[in-house]
Every structure is written in structure tokens, then in C-alpha cells.
């Protein structure tokens, strides 16, 4: 069955990095394509960054852009999402996003 798995959050500082990753299993993973998606305390589930099956073309919601990279690893069925220049209204649930199917989510917390 399909499993998305995410993993490297955490609490970090204003200005710090994290890099997430999303572990992806019982799919052909390089033939799809990927999404980050968050959602913050009170909030709905907001878009992030998406990336195609080849990894050739991302694109970003304006909140991130400049700051957030999204990427593969298709010999290793890994999605990632490198936050740089974080800043307390990130906080929040991240979660990766195969067409109809969710991870669990990690928790990013960027506060003093």
C-alpha cells in the first residue's frame, strides 16, 4: 500500500534551516509528481512547492519562494524540502502529497 513518510522537523530559531524529508513507498515514485503541502494552528491545509516526476520543474507558493527548495531523490523514493530563512509564521504541520494520498506530517516549530 502506499506509505509517505516525513521526517526532519523540529523547533529552530527565526532565520534557521530544516530540511524535510518524505520517505515514499508502494508506488512507482518517479512517476509521479509531488507537493508539500502545511497547515498551521487554526488554519486550513495550505500549498507549499510541488516538483514533476523528473524533478525538471518546481513551482512555489509565494510564501516560500526564494527560501523553500523542493526536490528528489527518484534512485531513493525520497522527497525533500529544504526551508532556509524560516520565520515564525511557517509554523506548522508539513505534509507531502502523492494525487490522493497523505503523510502523516512533521511538526515545524520556528520560534525564539
Known amino acids: 500500500q502506499v506509505q509517505l513518510v516525513e521526517s526532519g522537523g523540529g523547533l529552530v530559531q527565526p532565520g534557521g534551516s530544516l530540511r524535510l524529508s518524505c520517505a515514499a513507498s508502494?508506488?512507482?515514485?518517479?512517476?509521479?509528481?509531488m507537493s508539500w503541502y502545511r497547515q498551521a494552528p487554526g488554519k486550513g491545509r495550505e500549498w507549499v512547492a510541488a516538483?514533476?516526476?523528473?524533478?525538471?520543474?518546481?513551482n512555489y507558493a509565494d510564501s516560500v519562494k526564494g527560501r523553500f527548495t523542493i526536490s528528489r531523490d527518484n534512485a531513493k523514493n525520497t522527497l525533500y524540502l529544504q526551508m532556509n530563512s524560516l520565520r515564525p509564521e511557517d509554523t506548522a504541520v508539513y505534509y507531502c502529497?502523492?494525487?490522493?494520498?497523505w503523510g502523516q506530517g512533521t511538526q515545524v516549530t520556528v520560534s525564539s
Open positions: 516538483i514533476t516526476s523528473d524533478g525538471g520543474s518546481t
Open positions: 508502494g508506488f512507482t515514485f518517479s512517476r509521479y509528481g
Open positions: 502529497k502523492l494525487p490522493n494520498y
